[in-house]
């Protein structure tokens, strides 16, 4: 057993210069971990809440209280525990927390302490995280979902649909899949360059664009997939994250940069009209996330061609996964532990999906920096995918590069990589 003897606090800053949480533990053996906690701008209703000070300065968006919490009861509560003891750790914060909401102490506050604790404990272990994490179990490196353009809450609504993402079910390994996207997203951007239609890069490093419509984000990436010199589907596909509970307002989808509102029976006819017109492979949160009845029938109309995927909507909650799997709501989970708020919650989710045979998706949020815990929870918890936003600003390269080393290292010792056989459209 190595035991907790110190725990601090830190605030730190964020992608986007917005104050967030740092943690860090020291064990009696002397290993040390450390997590920053990442921050949503699109977040679900069922999300852990964020603990912020409110007031005038930095817009409210302070995090001194959250802190102070790290530092205070959080650090008195689990002195002298075992940090091996990961559902232990996780479930003293849960209980000492005492909402559902982790609204007490601070969803950002659980979610640092939580995984610098398994950052000690792999220390302790002298393992890198993913081993730690993967125990004997052989691993492959995630297939990467990576944005182009970015819209929606993370370009003030520019394009409706919030992410235009790449996959490259073609592509041999994780290097190759990042090599080829580097080429979509240099297309992409000079596509947009000579349109006069380059307003700069999104919160996740995509292109921000300037469409007619939103389908144009859809027609030109796949011109910039052929203009890089793949093939549209075999070689690179495309995944969409709607957000549309940003758009969703008295039970109708507003389409503001078509000056449209659809219903839901609408909304879900025009997207399974562009999965028969492009080479979509994924869609994401495609209704508010309160509308399961619309979740259900989209799932019923195109679940057997491409991956209905639930962030907003199941929140990484194992409870909601097992209650949509009963209803037949989506067929993938995304997976992002500070939705949740621990460690243990956030596996539990990945295993209720598992379960109920949904895919699963580790995800970044819009709010990021250098730390590249998920990389390590995708690779060590056997997740066949990795958002991570675009391939562009280094809070996202940062995770990007860490799967470079950890493929590098796995050599001939690693799984099949998975992208040949993960979506259904384009499966080897
Ligand atoms: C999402 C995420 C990441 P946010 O909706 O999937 O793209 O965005 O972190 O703002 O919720
Ligand atoms: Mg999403």
């Not at 580097?182 to 947009?192: F, K, Q, S």
């Not at 709607?242 to 389409?255: D, E, I, P």
């Amino acid at each position: 057993m190595a035991a907790i003897v110190e725990l601090r606090g830190r605030r730190v800053w964020d992608s986007r210069g917005r104050p967030t949480v740092e943690a860090e533990i020291a064990l009696d053996d002397g290993a040390i971990g450390r997590a920053i906690a990442p921050a949503g701008a699109s977040t679900g209703a069922g999300e852990a809440h964020d603990k912020r000070d409110g007031g005038k300065s930095l817009r409210g968006l302070d995090v001194r209280h959250a802190v102070h919490a790290v530092d205070g009861e959080i650090r008195i509560a689990l002195l002298g525990k075992d940090a091996a003891a990961q559902r232990e750790i996780d479930d003293t914060l849960i209980a000492l927390d005492g909402t559902p909401d982790k609204s007490r102490l601070g969803g950002n506050a659980l979610v640092a302490v939580s995984l610098a604790c398994l950052h000690a404990a792999a220390a302790s272990a002298r393992q890198p995280l993913w081993r730690h994490l993967a125990g004997d179990r052989r691993v492959a490196l995630p297939v990467p979902e990576i944005q182009i353009y970015g819209g929606g809450a993370h370009a003030r609504g520019r394009v409706d649909i919030q992410d235009y993402l790449v996959v490259c079910p073609g592509a041999g390994s994780f290097a190759e899949a990042l090599e080829w996207t580097a080429e979509v997203y240099y297309a992409a951007g000079g596509r947009l360059a000579k349109k006069g239609a380059l307003g700069g890069v999104a919160d996740e490093g995509g292109y921000w664009p300037a469409f007619k419509s939103n389908e144009e984000g859809v027609a030109e990436l796949v011109a910039s997939i052929e203009d890089a010199g793949f093939k549209p589907g075999e070689d690179v596909a495309i995944a969409l994250d709607v957000a549309a509970t940003q758009f969703y307002r008295g039970g109708r989808y507003h389409l503001a940069l078509e000056n449209r509102s659809l219903s839901a029976e609408q909304l879900a006819l025009m997207l399974a009209r562009w999965i028969d017109a492009y080479p979509i492979v994924s869609v994401e949160d495609p209704f508010a996330e309160n509308d399961t009845a619309a979740m259900q029938s989209f799932t019923r109309l195109v679940g057997d061609k491409v991956q209905v995927v639930g962030d907003d909507f199941l929140v990484t909650s194992a409870a909601r996964v097992r209650a949509a799997a009963a209803q037949g709501a989506c067929n993938a989970v995304l997976i992002k532990p500070n939705q949740v708020g621990t460690v243990s919650e956030t596996h539990d989710a990945v295993l209720a999906a598992r379960a109920a045979g949904y895919g699963t998706i580790v995800s970044a949020r819009s709010g990021e920096s250098e730390d590249t815990s998920i990389v390590h929870l995708a690779v060590g918890w056997g997740v066949p995918e990795l958002k991570v936003g675009s391939f562009s600003r280094s809070e996202r390269m940062a995770k990007w590069n860490e799967g470079l080393r950890i493929e590098q290292s796995l050599g001939a010792g690693a799984l099949p990589y998975p992208a040949r056989r993960l979506f259904k459209r384009y499966r080897r």
